[in-house]
């Protein structure tokens, strides 16, 4: 059925200008102007948009949707389709062997997509981080404000929706890209033209979020809330798209994961052999590919509200703000694990590996997975207990809510079992894991307070919810993902990143994270509000404490993009083909992993955890096919 | 080991074993499945809204006097779209009988009427007598209406794109013709590589898209009862 057929080498001219990052942008500004100037003919002139407040929702909607659909033609996605549409056939693979011109363009190698992902995330994490030192730079005093009170409210709603949006792909964008495929024996993702869509979708996402600040900001957080959402600047638009694009690419991000698991995994490869990552990127993918399209239908509602005037949440006409709330937490609670799960499997698969014995309860560690994947679709009405809904809902919620812990507590057993007697190596990528242990502990826990009614009447829109999803989230996915980085970054790329550095990191992060986020359950009891610039003289001891810790957590951030960026470009040492001598398979092919994985296909005969049974398999020589049978 | 940058960049294709002929088929048929449950979910936020604002009437602006939608519009529209994925059905049963010109024609027939549908649908638009602006059923009768409009669109684009490899290659059996290096994308450097059996792929794509465009008419039937006859 496929072939692997020879490369034409184009000539440099259609190098530089052909379907690549320079066209894209190029031709994404000149949408964005043919969609603003399509929608001046329809409603009318608004050429002193920037001077004026007569702004013009359709404007800023059709320019941002006529500059996405450029950029991603000058990237070449559209060559496909059109070329389909005049009956050329289908096929599977584009400039996978293009040199460093792959990672700025549309290309179907899932390793190359994994790594765009990687640094792409990267960068809008590193922005996202920014804006959270600006909050914690303005909130040094309690009154004296460095930034305007709409400032502050765009800076918080920039910081949480980059954060909530870009990370949901933060572990299947890098890692399931990259790994999936490997890891159950194929050589490709099932739809590898809208794996790398989904990637250059999300990259068009950020940038429409972080302009937002050239149309007035946006006051309402991550989450959106009308009436204040209907009654924004126009920078809530970008808002709107963002979050919208970032639910596409979610949805069909998880479609593609799920159809690669699903119909190619090796031979011998049976459920129960599925390394337990891949069993995270299965639970999450579930999740994204049904609550996202959620997402994208309330906000394409929202759309309509301040573009065609409908009123699916204006209350006096109809509508109801209620309905939103509703329909962005049937999303919003999912979201919640498409962040966490992803983190769970991570740490799950790295156990073995440093303990040195097989996951102790695989079924039941699936089990936990699946669990959790059911369940949060039954809770997320714990987010309105204070909203006035009705009274009689509240105890069915707070059940549900507390029942969540019982799969996520498998995970913890699971975990704790591994290492129970196991002789625990301390590299970089374990003492990640052994923290989210303790992290996600205390997110859980503090978790209990805000499902409960009584406490949640107390607690709820406060520092002690903020801090408490800190915990989960960052003390839970972050610390994941930095162990999944320092654990894959060397088969990733073929270079090892500086263990002492890597440890110097991880201590820094770790007890300044706590020192930033511990002190903010106080000031969440003592009744400092989410979302408010000034506060109590009183706090201000703690707020500072926080403040000066959030700086130093930071730097400690701007320390591994160092390590980062010295030992992939300066020191350049060898990354050995499985430095931590582990049974996955992918640590098995060479560093980096050949375009095409495998030679042939391999067959699996176990799962990957089997230590301490026999000696780590010799690593296969370049190209050669993984050996575990 | 290697010091080479990233991901290599190069590799022997002549060594590569090739995939199990089926495993296309069986990933359009999966995603075909895996649509169609991210469709439902998208729309079932709009069946969430419609019986939300209905029942809380906030306001008494859930139906003003004088909305109501026209019950013969959409009608029309819905057996259009309905009759359309009878005949891919047809069509399909037709290729797996090895009758490929009945499947064209039917096929043909089909891509026709989905676009009447639209067109109708548009046109319908312009014929009821509220707009966007009077109301909750308003509101949730140009939103659901708008976006199943976007759907049928992009299936309609589907079905084109599997009739036209169709007509393209009508003159050849599977495993009998052979495409060239860059055909695929209509451009010589944009090949890595291609699949060169393009006739054996028509009827896994037959396959997903009949099953998707059947369940996307179920919708269609659904919006037809809640929001024309309830």
Known sequence: MTTMAATLRAPLWRRLVGFNLLTAIVLGVGGWYAGWFGARAIVGPSLDYFADVDYNELSVFLAYLGGVVGFLAGLGFLNYPLARLRGYPPSLREKETEGIGRYFSLCTDHKVVGIQYLWGIGLFFFIGGLNAMLIRFELLRPNHQAFPAGTYLTLVGLHGTMMMGMMTSGILGPFGNYLVPIMIGARRMAFPRIEALTFWLLMAAGAILETTIFFGGFPTGWTGYVPLANEANPGMDNYILFFALVGISMTLLGLNMIATIVTMRAPGLTWTRLPIFVWGVLSTSTLMVLAAPVLVATLSMEALDRTAQTSFFVAGAGGSNYLYENLFWVFGHPEVYILALPGFAIVLELLPVFARKPLWGYRLAVAGLLGVTLLSWLVWQHHLFVSGINGDLRPFYMLSTELISIPTGFTFVCGMMTLWRGRIRYSVPMLFCLAWFFNFLLGGLSGVFLSDVPSDVTTHGSFFSMAHFHYTIMGGLVFAFFAAIYYWVPKMTGFQLNERLGKIHFWTMFLFFNSTFMPLFAAGFLGQPRRVVTYPQGLQFLNDWVSVSAFCLGASLLLFLFNLVYSLAFAKVPAEANPWRSKSIEFQLPSPVPVHNFDRIPVFSSDPYGYGEAPAPVVAPAGAPAGRS | ?230
């Not at chain 2, 708008?146 to 009508?170: D, P």
Request: aromatic share 14%; with cysteine; glycine share 8%.
């Open chain 2, 1 to 230: 080991m290697s010091s080479a940058p990233l991901a290599q960049e190069s590799t022997d294709y002549a060594v590569v074993e090739g995939e199990p002929p089926e495993l296309l088929g069986r990933n359009l048929v999966a995603a075909a499945h895996l649509l169609a449950s991210a469709t439902a979910f998208f729309f079932l936020s709009f069946v969430f809204a419609y019986f939300y604002l209905r029942s809380l009437a906030s306001g008494a602006m859930w139906k003003p006097r004088g909305v109501d939608a026209s019950i013969a519009w959409g009608t029309v529209v819905t057996a259009c779209v309905a009759v359309s994925a009878i005949l891919v059905q047809r069509g399909l049963a037709d290729h797996r009988a090895g009758r490929r010109p009945e499947w064209r024609r039917k096929g043909l027939a089909a891509l026709l009427l989905g676009a009447a549908a639209l067109v109708l649908q548009a046109i319908a638009w312009t014929q009821q007598s509220f707009g966007p602006s009077d109301g909750g059923f308003a509101s949730v009768y140009f939103g659901w209406t708008a976006f199943l409009f976007l759907f049928v669109l992009g299936t309609m684009v589907w079905l084109e794109m599997v009739l036209a490899t169709s007509y393209r290659y009508r003159g050849f059996a599977a495993g009998t013709t052979e495409v060239a290096p860059g055909e695929a994308s209509g451009d010589p450097y944009r090949s890595g590589a291609d699949i060169r059996d393009p006739v054996s792929l028509i009827r896994a794509e037959l396959e997903a898209l009949s099953f998707y465009w059947a369940f996307l008419a179920g919708i269609v039937v659904l919006t037809w009862i809640v929001l024309y006859l309830l």
